[in-house]
């Protein structure tokens, strides 16, 4: 009958234990070291929001001002009325209507042809580099 040498079997299990760990460690590791601490979506593109299929609104690019900031348009129709949604440097300032031959300040229209979900945005919100 052979003889059966327990510190052989406890030095072969630290050993494969050692291995795994030195296996799996730098997979851990790499996750770790390039996960993003708070990672930002992308600030959407006013004017191809604007030039949308579904949208088929004109976007104007206007010239800089003295202090360097552009004002940027995108105008559109919805129900007959014309509708100027106006931006500063990219960003979203507000939302004109033409009415009984002036432009009176408004919110933004619910467009009838795109589907909205609670919070106001729509169902499907690509990303550059998604597809």
Do not use: K
């Not at 030095?11 to 050692?18: C, D, K, M, P, Q």
């Not at 003295?66 to 105008?75: E, K, L």
């Not at 106001?120 to 580099?129: A, T």
């Amino acid at each position: 009958m052979p003889l059966i040498n327990a510190s052989a079997i406890a030095r072969g299990r630290r050993v494969a234990a050692l291995a795994a760990a030195c296996a799996v460690g730098p997979l851990l590791l790499c996750g770790i070291a390039r996960a993003e601490p708070d990672p930002v979506a992308p600030a959407p593109d006013p004017q191809a929001m604007c030039e949308a299929p579904g949208f088929d609104g004109v976007f104007v690019t206007g010239p800089a001002s003295q202090d360097g900031t552009t004002h940027d348009q995108c105008q559109y129709i919805v129900e007959g009325h014309f509708y100027y949604d106006n931006y500063d440097n990219g960003t979203y300032t507000g939302t004109l209507v033409y009415r009984d031959g002036a432009r009176v300040p408004t919110e933004r229209p619910v467009m009838p042809e795109t589907l909205q979900v609670p919070g106001g945005r729509s169902p499907l919100i690509p990303f550059p580099g998604q597809f």
